[in-house]
């Protein structure tokens, strides 16, 4: 299993909300804001560093800038809603993709997975995970040198051999019946964004001391050590807690 937080954005758009309140942004305020987080954040990305990560050599006025906003948005969360974050993932096993999915309110919905009806999955194939905790009945059979049919009659009806099982003859070819046969256990892609306030409450319910299954706990606690990294550990795992919401 792989876990990417590809981009963080709208950093400045948080550091400016700070300022409305009490009516103290111009433009000029603004201006000088964007162009300085600009200058601060990652704007080349190599598959490692994710857009708009902050880099090591802030400034002193985006360090404080940064202190107030976490200071603050941790009690006036709205703020820190204003920080998207970005997230692909590779391989987390599909009962537990839809743990993750379980949260998609809280992303917009703005979640997007491989489709067990559109996409193909092989005899045998599992999440890194599962991968060697448990043997599909047919790589069981292969081992055990018992060779299964490619076709069975049963109550009237011939049936040829599927991954995981049997598929009646004429709809081997059907994506809404192949998919019946499929495990929780295979591997699942998935892409979503969310906010860094509802990434907080995701955390709080799927981190390492939670009662998630192993594997999604595993992808979770890769998510929050890059956002905190992402952020010049501003947005680090005290923060998620203390954000209630």
Request: a negative charge; one cysteine or more; hydrophobic letters at 40%.
């Amino acid at each position: 299993m792989e876990v990417f937080l590809n981009r963080v954005d709208g950093i400045d758009d948080s550091i400016i909300s700070m300022f409305l309140s009490k009516r103290t942004l111009t433009r000029e305020l603004e201006m000088d804001i964007r162009n300085e987080t600009l200058k601060c954040s990652n704007m080349n990305y190599d598959g490692v560093t994710p857009l708009g990560a902050l880099q090591d050599n802030l400034s002193e006025k985006m360090e404080d800038w940064l202190a107030k906003l976490f200071k603050w948005g941790v009690k006036h969360y709205t703020m820190l809603r204003f920080i998207d974050l970005s997230f692909t993932v590779y391989g987390l096993h599909r009962a537990g993709q839809d743990d993750i999915d379980a949260h998609a309110m809280r992303m917009n919905n703005r979640i997007i997975r491989s489709s067990t009806r559109l996409a193909d999955f092989s005899r045998g194939e599992t999440s890194e995970y599962y991968a060697d905790k448990i043997i599909p009945t047919d790589v069981a059979l292969a081992a055990l040198g018992i060779t299964t049919p490619d076709e069975i009659e049963y109550n009237g009806k011939t049936y040829v051999r599927a991954v995981n099982g049997y598929v009646q003859k004429g709809m081997e070819n059907n994506k809404d019946v192949k998919r019946g046969l499929y495990m929780l256990s295979i591997p699942s892609n998935f892409i979503f964004r969310i906010q860094l306030t509802e990434f907080a409450h995701v955390y709080k319910e799927r981190n390492i001391n939670g009662g998630a299954n192993p594997e999604v706990k595993t992808s979770v606690e890769s998510m929050a050590t890059q956002v905190d990294n992402a952020t010049h550990g501003f947005a680090n795992r005290d923060l998620m807690f203390a954000i209630k919401n």
